[in-house]
């Protein structure tokens, strides 16, 4: 087992070593205050202390260390066509460890819970007093927050950040939420893009496409000529 571990963190680290972006500035913390100010929670790219939270009425600090977070579990997906993959939920980089790009995060009812919604579809429900992942969650807590959940994630499609207009298609098409459909086909024309090398091939990624066309066709609605991607070459 411990070898097991051994070449998949070696994986992980050739993965990142051969990555077409290459960043030399850690990536940006998150933070999320209660109205109350009784609780702050921090999202961290770094292994051992990867969720603070403070609580400032008993005046006191925890942490959650990536591994008890298992944000390097695999997720294995299945398309319409019964083709298999496996998608990691956090990699390890030059700006850190890569674990909520396109998370939606948010405090449970009452403060008593964080949830974290990682861009694989992992769904994390963390006791807050308690600094603690919940293994098992109550039907009632489950109810909450799906509902939270698919009322976010369809707010992020109207948003005037390209980024959270991308979580909030990733996350629509993974809940199945149909009132998101007509959006996300107007965001099949949008022109938002990053450009990517990988060796010598030079792309145009339209990122926020892509998880619009990728978020219809979860819903089995077929998205014929629209491109994601092109060469470079192809840009005047």
């Given at each position: 087992m411990k070898e097991m571990k051994s070449i998949f963190f070696a994986l992980l680290i050739c993965l990142c070593i051969n990555s077409s972006v290459f960043a030399t500035t850690q990536r940006a913390s998150l933070m999320f205050k209660t109205p109350g100010g009784k609780y702050v929670v921090e999202l961290h790219p770094v292994m051992d202390m990867t969720v603070i939270i403070h609580d400032f009425s008993n005046k006191t600090t925890k942490y959650l260390s990536a591994n008890e977070l298992n944000v390097f579990n695999a997720v294995l997906r299945e398309d319409r066509s019964g083709n298999t993959s496996i998608n990691m939920p956090a990699i390890m980089s030059t700006a850190g460890l890569l674990w909520y790009d396109n998370a939606i995060s948010f405090f449970g009812p009452g403060a008593k819970t964080f949830i974290i919604k990682l861009k694989h579809g992992n769904i994390l429900v963390i006791d807050v007093e308690n600094a603690a992942v919940l293994e098992e969650v109550s039907k009632e807590i489950l109810k909450q927050v799906d509902s939270l959940l698919a009322s976010k994630s369809f707010n992020l499609l109207h948003s005037n950040d390209p980024r959270d207009k991308q979580t909030g298609a990733i996350a629509c098409g993974q809940l199945k939420i149909e009132r998101a459909i007509s959006f996300?086909?107007?965001?099949?024309?949008?022109?938002?893009?990053?450009?990517?090398?990988?060796?010598?091939?030079?792309?145009?990624?339209?990122?926020?496409?892509?998880?619009?066309?990728?978020?219809?066709?979860?819903?089995?609605?077929?998205?014929?000529?629209?491109v994601t991607e092109e060469p470079m070459n192809r840009k005047k």
């Open positions: 996300l086909k107007d965001m099949l024309k949008d022109e938002t893009h990053y450009y990517q090398r990988s060796g010598k091939k030079e792309s145009t990624i339209y990122y926020v496409r892509k998880a619009a066309k990728e978020a219809l066709e979860s819903m089995g609605i077929n998205v014929e000529n629209i």
